[in-house]
């Protein structure tokens, strides 16, 4: 099994601590709403990653159809970017 990487680990984390999500239904394909998040939770995963990871997560990026994989996809692009400066 490989290492989650730091954005995966974030994500994974939040989603099982703060909005208490059974780790086993945190796959790549789930949808943010298979996982039962509202507007208002979507706005608090928002922001909690924001804080952990250091990069803006936009509106768009975390919506009811996005999937955790997509997610991952789009801010491990920013995080490495702002790694790299």
């Not at 780790?23 to 608090?44: G, I, K, M, N």
């Not at 990653?49 to 509106?59: P, Y």
């Not at 768009?60 to 702002?82: D, F, I, N, P, Q």
């Given at each position: 099994?490989?290492?989650?990487?730091?954005?995966e680990?974030?994500?994974?984390?939040?989603?099982?601590?703060?909005f208490?999500?059974?780790?086993?239904?945190?796959?790549?394909?789930?949808?943010?709403?298979?996982?039962?998040l509202?507007?208002?939770?979507?706005?608090?995963?928002?922001?909690s990653?924001?804080?952990r990871l250091?990069?803006?997560?936009?509106?768009?990026?975390?919506?009811?159809?996005?999937?955790?994989?997509?997610?991952?996809?789009s801010l491990?692009?920013?995080?490495?970017?702002?790694?790299?400066r």
């Amino acid at each position: 099994m490989s290492a989650k990487s730091p954005v995966e680990s974030a994500l994974t984390t939040v989603l099982t601590e703060k909005f208490e999500i059974d780790p086993a239904v945190v796959r790549p394909d789930a949808t943010l709403e298979s996982l039962d998040l509202d507007s208002l939770a979507l706005a608090e995963l928002a922001l909690s990653l924001q804080e952990r990871l250091g990069v803006k997560v936009a509106e768009s990026e975390a919506t009811k159809h996005t999937t955790v994989a997509g997610l991952t996809a789009s801010l491990a692009a920013k995080y490495a970017a702002a790694a790299a400066r």
